[in-house]
Structures are given as structure tokens and as C-alpha cells.
DNA sequence: TAGATTGTTAATCGATTAACAATC
DNA sequence: TAGATTGTTAATCGATTAACAATC
């Protein structure tokens, strides 16, 4: 059961990109495209296209370039988008509450399935028809429902030791807002870090820099 | 007037996250740190970190290390973040407003001046301290006050009309909230886009493919 | 068949790591 | 001075681009 050859981790963060050009392509009514015009379209080298989508065994075919639907298809099923994956989102503060009334997970794979906050206030409202559970009944929830990953909206800080209570229940990965680079702890599941204000650090940088930067 | 040389990407990106650990570590009480403890606390090589401080000029020592205020106050210079730099927040919706009563825009180097909706039961609101504005009124504002920077949080699909006529206007960049990857669109200033999204569909995929990664 | 475009191998480019002389 | 650790050059590694034969 050997892996068939890991895939690099640029190519892993270049597919939801690809996913969502070929959503697009197919609303606009596109039904095949070539790595040349998809190159154009997304500022890419077509040579770079193929590599990528042939690290998943090729999904084109010569003389014709890509099917839109089976683009769409396959680039779902190597992201697991219809693997049916559960979450639960902690933290139900501003942010927490900013995700659950407007963000959709479900495009993006997951079926959020509740919320958890230590604020007994917060307790049983809902938020984007999510419901607010206490904090003291998450264990329980745990080790009935195996949620497979976790949404970290709570306040930095005791953030590492929540994350590691949450592995050591079976949680598969970790969606991480607080702040705190999860990644570096060992956990041994995936964590995707978000850190906004990074983003917005970078782009105070390039205003600084930029001349006629591309 | 030439430029010393051009700063690799991978290099930029990685600076706020030397900002975020010297922050954390100068309030720990820590006064000088040598690359290998660096690299150490943050997933690096020694080797790597040394290249990335020596392409701003070395601000290190020989046989000591580098000294944590200088660093704080280099890599803060590097950013920009003292450069007193002004935003506009575009779409007080839920997202929009989110940021406005949560994100500390400061820390990033940006003070936010003011928001603006098209709404005009938000207009005169106030969210986060900061005042919703008629989007009627902004080319007026523009015009007064000349931010360097915007925050995107309208909804797509007007996005990249709009952020061609706040270019016009003298925006220098934008941050992208709004789904499109508006650096494509030959706008000439520097762009980031957020794409929450993406981090969640690639954590969708590492869930799927993880055995026992890093 | 001729034209188009992939899949795939080889060449290039850039980024990371290793090594070590310089020096505090 | 001896020890530590940088700054910097050279070696390695990986990712992107180019090229082209395979084939629809």
C-alpha cells in the first residue's frame, strides 16, 4: 500500500485554485479548455498546468486539452470534497460567529455540525442556524459524533493545549484562526493556520516596495 | 536610484512571521537569540534564517546573535509598519464588519479611516469605532484624503470594476476579500487576496491524504 | 490525414541547505 | 585568547519551464 509518490506541497495549494477557476469556467458555460487558455486565465505557464494535474495520473486528452466536467470531477475527489467530513467550530466570539453566520463550508468540503463556547450567555442561540453548545459538554460530543475537524476560533493562548486535547480525541485536523502557528507543535494531524493579519503585513511591505510590481 | 535587489517572494512572506516570534519573544523577556534557537522555535534551518536577515543588510553580531530590539525594530522598518500608512474598508457586511469590530488594523500597519457601504440603513453606523460612509461620498473622500491602502469586503462580481477605479483614484493596494484573484487583473499595485476557502479545501484534501505528516 | 494538445522527459532556474572564513 | 555565531560563498535540492514524441 506504497503512496505513489508524494505530491508537493506547492502543487496541494494550487489545486482549491484550480477548483474554483473550473467551477467558474463551467457556470460561464465553458465545456473544455486547454492548459494553454487555463494558463492565461489564471497567470500560469501551461507546461505548469500539465505537470500538476499529471501528479494525479492525466485528466486531459491529446489534440482536445481538458473536459471541464470531469476537470471539475476529479480535482473534487483529489481535494475529498465529497468525502463527507464533519466539523465543529470553537469558539463562538466575534470571528467564530462572523464564520458560522456567513462562510460556507460545505463548499468547501465539511458539514459544520456545531459550535462551542465556554460562555454559559452564549449558550443554546444559534448562528447562521448553527447552534451554541457549552464548552463543558464538547468531550461528550466528541466521543459521540468523531467530528473530523475543528474549526479554532478561541482565544489565543491555551490554544496549543486544546488543540492537543482535540488529536488525542480523534479530531483529523485542525482550522486554526488563533494566531498561534499550530503547526509547529507536533501534533501529527494537518493544520491550516490563518493568520490575517500576516497577509495584511505583506501587503503594507509591497506598498512600500513597489514601484510597478506585477 | 537602482533598487540593491529585487527581495525573493518566499523571503517577504516570511517576514511577518519573524515579526510575530520576535514580538512574542521580547515579551517573554528575551533579549538576543541566535539563528539556531530561532530556527528552532519556528520550524526553520539557522542556515535559512541568516539568508533572510542578510538580504536586508545583516543586523546581527558575531559570536552573539541578534539582539531583539533591533530585530523588532528592523524587521517593523522592513514592513513598514511605522510608516503611518491609511485604509478605507469597502462593504460593511457581515465580514466587513467582522473585521471592523475585531481586527486590530494598527498592528499591521494601517490605520483604518473609515468604512463605506452602500446601504444606506448602515450609513452613520459605527462598528468597531469605526464610521459607516454613503458610498456616494467615497470619490469625495478619496480625493481629500488619499488612503494608501482598501479593504475589500464587497461581494464579488463588481470587484474587479471597482478596484480599477480605486487604483485610478491613487489606491496603492488592496487587501482582497471578495473571492476573485484580483492580482491578475494588471492593476499595477500590490494585491493580497485572502481565499479562506482555499486553506479549508486544502485541509479537506490533507485529512484525506494524511497518514502520520509532519 | 493534418492539426492540436497532451503526457513526459530534459534543461533551467531559484530557493534551501551546508560549509567555513571572518569577527565579535 | 577561546568560543560562539554571524555573513557569505558553494553545493544541493526542488520546482518551474521548455521541448518534443505520443496520440487523439
Not at 121 to 141: I, M, N
Request: proline share 3%; net charge negative.
Amino acid at each position: 500500500m506504497e503512496r505513489k509518490q508524494e505530491v508537493s506541497k506547492a502543487v496541494i495549494q494550487r489545486l482549491p485554485r484550480y477548483y474554483r477557476n473550473i467551477c467558474e469556467l463551467k457556470a460561464e458555460g465553458v465545456q473544455r479548455i486547454s492548459s494553454r487558455s487555463l494558463a492565461e486565465r489564471m497567470g500560469l505557464t501551461a507546461s505548469q498546468i500539465r505537470q500538476d494535474f499529471n501528479c494525479f495520473g492525466g485528466f486531459g486528452q491529446q489534440g482536445y486539452g481538458y473536459n471541464i466536467d470531469k476537470l471539475q470531477e476529479e480535482l473534487g475527489a483529489i481535494l475529498g470534497l465529497r468525502a463527507g467530513r464533519t466539523a465543529i467550530l470553537l469558539g463562538a466570539g466575534n470571528l467564530g460567529r462572523a464564520l458560522l453566520n456567513n462562510f460556507d463550508f460545505a463548499a468547501s468540503g465539511f458539514r459544520l455540525l456545531c459550535a462551542f463556547d465556554a460562555d454559559p450567555a452564549l449558550t443554546g442561540k444559534t448562528f447562521g442556524g448553527y447552534e451554541v453548545r457549552d464548552s463543558s459538554t464538547l468531550d461528550a460530543f466528541l466521543e459521540a459524533h468523531h467530528p473530523d475537524a475543528a474549526v479554532l476560533t478561541i482565544p489565543r493562548g491555551n490554544a496549543p493545549a486544546i488543540a492537543r486535547s482535540l488529536v488525542d480525541r480523534g479530531v483529523r485536523g485542525l482550522w486554526n484562526f488563533t494566531g498561534e502557528d499550530l503547526h509547529l507543535e507536533g501534533l501529527g494531524v494537518p493544520v491550516e493556520n490563518v493568520h490575517l493579519s500576516d497577509s495584511l503585513m505583506t501587503l503594507c511591505h509591497l506598498i512600500g516596495t513597489d514601484t510597478a510590481e506585477e
